[in-house]
């Protein structure tokens, strides 16, 4: 099938969220137990972590991290909210810099001023998107950036979104129950595909829907760690403890370049692969053989790939014996995890 494709529907009664484009895989959520990304607390502050500039809260569902604290006091309070997801046995990652984040705009309690995104470049649209949300805004005292997606979009959805998230920020930022509370949920996989996926696409989401266009199975199968490349290659992608081993193998090619090949197919790949499986952390790849000369093509690639991703990630670069290290950001729970 060409075009993209949003498919929703329940897995073991979680929530499910699947992108296709042109009928391949390109993205995919899951609900897990944890508390979702955006997900606000208001913590109790712990101890230091002394020499690291991190602070340990009480939250309602553990212990949370906050990295970057300072002049905060054991016993205080602070509205934070979540990045992302822990490691197993640690603590959940927060920030103090909370945002209230919908489809078409992004509510900054601790950033005024009204802002745009920079892929909106009409001066006229521009200009009549500032008009807007100045005027929603008004006597707020928080910030607003409006998304790209509002460039497509009527004003009334523009600015009934601004509405519900200032109502949203404004109710959580004035809460003042005692002690540690969970104050607004983060988003489930079929509101963050409403979100964030906002490109033309055509929805299925009648029950039972995975099932029928088959993509439990093709779901499944993302738990085996051979990864098919174009060309005969293939990849195994394994998780570890400490970090996810990326490891690159020419198959049937015994070309003088079939190295290259099998690693420029897999960087622009990676992002994708890394993605539907959850992956995140430090990732480790060691690249089938090539000149060193070649390894300038070989960044290049997957510097092109991870810009297109929406998933942060860090290039760390090449290590003593050949393999190239990847930090990116736990934004999705590994999918071992959730279909165990």
Not at 129 to 140: K, V
Request: aromatic share 4%; net charge negative.
């Amino acid at each position: 099938m060409k075009g993209r494709q949003i498919v929703l529907d329940r897995i073991a009664g979680r929530e499910v969220a699947v992108l296709l484009s042109d009928g391949e895989l390109d993205d995919l959520l899951i609900e897990a137990d944890e508390p979702a990304p955006g997900t606000i607390f208001r913590a109790v502050a712990g101890r230091p972590m002394k020499g690291q500039g991190g602070l340990f809260l009480e939250t309602p569902d553990g212990t949370a991290y906050l990295r970057g604290a300072k002049g905060v006091r054991p016993g205080e309070t602070l509205t934070v909210q979540v990045t992302g997801y822990a490691e197993p046995g640690k603590a959940l990652p927060v920030t103090d810099r909370v945002l209230f984040k919908s489809r078409y705009a992004i509510v900054t309690p601790g950033s005024p001023g009204v802002n745009l995104s920079r892929q909106i470049r009409d001066e006229g649209l521009s200009d009549a998107l500032l008009d807007l949300a100045a005027e929603a805004m008004a006597d707020s005292g928080m910030g607003l950036i409006l998304r790209s997606a509002s460039a497509g979009a009527e004003t009334e959805p523009i600015a009934a979104d601004i509405a519900a998230m200032r109502r949203a920020a404004e109710a959580v930022m004035s809460d003042t129950t005692p002690g540690p509370a969970r104050l607004l949920d983060g988003d489930g996989p079929w509101q963050l595909a409403w979100r964030d996926w906002t490109g033309p696409a055509d929805l299925v989401d009648d029950p039972g829907a995975l099932e029928a266009l088959g993509l439990v199975d093709r779901i499944d199968a993302l738990r085996d760690p051979t990864v098919v490349l174009p060309g005969g290659a293939y990849a195994f992608v394994e998780p570890t403890r400490a970090l996810v081993a990326v490891d690159i193998n020419t198959g049937p090619d015994g070309s003088f370049a079939a190295g290259l090949k099998a690693n420029l197919a897999l960087a622009r790949e990676l992002p994708r692969i890394l993605r539907l499986r959850g992956y995140g952390g430090q990732i480790a790849i060691d690249p089938a053989p090539m000149a060193k000369k070649d390894r300038r093509a070989f960044e290049a690639a997957l510097r092109a790939a991870c810009r297109r991703d929406p998933v942060e990630t860090a290039l760390a670069g090449w290590t003593p014996l050949g393999h190239f290290e990847l930090q990116r950001k736990r934004a999705r729970p590994p999918l071992s995890a959730l279909l165990a």
